[in-house]
């Protein structure tokens, strides 16, 4: 059918589908968009240095902590406290070969006073002086003993300085029992030499018999 000139076309005509969509839900189609856009990659950010995150995080707590000298009203002028020096612990050489050696003794004092009891023999002194002449020498090849142990029992019960220094005082007090004994004897003998000895009686002579 021809048209004359001028004339408008009224016939009906199919809109798109997404034409039509939008006319008849256009909030559908902003969140269709919105959609759209919050899907797309965010840009790449550079990556933090782990030293700079870790030096950041560090200033960060320095700043929060009320001692810190940051956040003291000096700043990081105001000087460090001294902390407090550990205790000295007990050192298992305290007890010196000597010490040892005299704490030897002891067993030939009491060997020589038991000989005596039993009537083995009547002075005990020559087994005394045995022992003072020979202690030494077991002491020498003992103490590196002691030592050892008394350092291996403390690198286990680091705590317990005390228990070794009081097994130390033990023996040197051990070793002043002898040099009690030899005290005791020496003064003894000083007492009995400064008594007067009794005088012996002189005989009364009889009467004369003519």
Same mark, same amino acid.
């Given at each position: 059918m021809a048209r004359t000139r001028g004339a408008k076309d009224k016939t009906l005509r199919k809109k798109p589908f997404h034409q039509r969509r939008s006319a008849q839900h256009p909030a559908a189609?902003?969140?269709?968009?919105l959609t759209a856009v919050t899907q797309e990659s965010p840009p790449d950010r550079p990556a933090i240095p782990?030293?700079?995150?870790?030096?950041?995080?560090?200033?960060?707590?320095?700043?929060?902590?009320?001692?810190?000298?940051?956040? @003291? *009203?000096?700043g990081g002028d105001a !000087? =460090?406290?001294?902390?407090? @020096? *550990?205790?000295a612990?007990?050192? !298992? =050489?305290?007890l010196t070969l000597d010490g040892l050696a005299a704490a030897w003794q002891l067993p030939f004092y009491a060997l020589g006073v038991a000989l005596r009891a039993m009537r083995v023999t009547p002075d005990p002194e020559p087994i005394f002086a045995v022992g003072r002449r020979r202690a030494k020498d077991l002491a020498k090849p003992s103490y590196p003993i002691y030592e050892h142990y008394m350092r291996e029992y403390l690198a286990?019960?680091?705590?317990?300085?005390?228990?070794?220094?009081?097994?130390?005082?033990?023996?040197?007090?051990?070793?002043?029992?002898?040099?009690?004994?030899d005290a005791v004897v020496k003064a003894r003998r000083k007492a009995?030499?400064?008594q007067p000895q009794p005088q012996p009686s002189t005989p009364i002579p009889g009467p004369l018999v003519t």
């Open positions: 189609a902003k969140t269709v968009t782990p030293d700079e995150f870790t030096a950041a995080i560090a200033a960060e707590l320095q700043t929060s902590q009320p001692g810190s000298p940051a956040s @003291s *009203p000096h !000087p =460090a406290c001294d902390s407090p @020096s *550990p205790a612990s007990f050192d !298992p =050489a305290g286990v019960n680091p705590d317990d300085t005390v228990g070794v220094a009081a097994g130390a005082t033990a023996l040197n007090a051990i070793g002043i029992v002898p040099e009690i004994i009995a030499a400064a």
